[in-house]
């Protein structure tokens, strides 16, 4: 079957779907994206990942081209018709097509609206079995990272460095604290059993899945602190983990070459991952 992709209101398939070069999405990463997980046929989150992409669009005044109600019932059938369980479903919205000039394009002019969907194993990734390693490498990127930009050059090399290194995720360091990971939230558990993670400002993305499992972590009694924490410090954790969309909960058992606790994934990051699984799974963080 052929792979279905959205664009500007159209199903069409993967092979015949074109944007023009005067998009301003490949001119400028002008332009927003979202990326939400599907499992067992459910939506994960959706509602939190459209209200992140509605204040994206905002801040950049790009107009949203449609409603949380018309995005989730897109999203539906995405999925579909691509027969999609378990995977990811991609949303991408540009300021349009236009003469390539850096100021904003005329008023009225039509936003490009491209989504797809990706087939990848979340639930039983072995990953999360045997915790991932990750490299801790500079933050390079602007002062909006609040925002859910397209422009993802910094993220990229970042990637590419964990690559490099041959482990699973670079996180991201500045003035010595870390801000996140290339595409995820990161958290430490202390020794004293405190669950860390940044507070939210414009050094970094507003996670969704990380606020998700802060809600969790608090259920389960954990204390949540929301302040910076260095490298260091990190080195020193007794547990560590990253969040997102596409991995969930994924327990960390070395930084940069030094073991995090035990060495295996911790009982803290395991029963968090859990939970969020089965909450995805019965549909309690699908939509309404």
Same mark, same amino acid.
């Given at each position: ?31 927003i ?25 905002? !801040?950049i !005044? ?103 290194a041959?482990?699973? !995720?670079?996180?991201?360091? !500045? ?16 020794a ?5 993670t ?18 969790l ?67 309690s963080?699908?939509s309404?």
């Open positions: 079957m052929s792979r279905t992709v959205f664009l500007n209101g159209d199903f069409v398939p993967y092979e015949e779907a074109r944007v023009p070069i005067m998009d301003r999405g490949f001119l400028f990463a002008d332009g994206y979202e990326v939400a997980a599907l499992v067992d046929g459910k939506l994960v989150d959706a509602p939190a990942h459209l209200a992140r992409l509605d204040r994206s669009l905002r !801040e !005044e790009i107009a949203n081209p449609y409603s949380s109600d018309e995005w989730m019932a897109l999203m539906r059938e995405l999925a579909r018709r691509n027969d999609l369980g378990e995977g990811l479903v991609y949303i991408e919205v540009t300021r349009g097509v236009a003469e390539r000039d850096f100021a904003f394009p005329p008023a009225g002019t039509t936003p490009t609206v491209v989504m797809f969907t990706q087939a990848k194993r979340i639930l039983g990734a072995p990953a999360a079995e045997t915790g991932v390693a990750v490299v801790t490498v500079p933050d390079l990127r602007w002062k909006r990272r609040d925002i859910k930009s397209v422009a993802l050059l910094a993220q990229v090399l970042a990637k590419q460095e964990a690559a490099r041959g482990v699973a !995720e670079a996180w991201m360091v !500045e003035d010595g604290m870390v801000t996140e990971g290339s595409s995820s939230s990161a958290f430490i558990l202390t004293d059993d405190r669950l860390v940044r507070p939210l400002s414009n050094a970094i993305l507003p996670g969704i899945t990380r606020t998700a499992v802060m809600h972590a608090r259920e389960m009694r954990l204390v949540v602190e929301e302040r910076l924490f260095s490298v260091e410090e990190a080195h020193r954790a007794k547990e560590a983990f990253y969040t997102s969309a596409s991995a969930f909960v994924m327990p960390i058992v070395k930084i940069d070459d030094r073991t995090v606790g035990a060495g295996t994934p911790g009982p803290v990051a395991r029963r968090l991952r859990e939970v969020y699984i089965a909450l995805a799974r019965d549909g963080l699908a309404a």
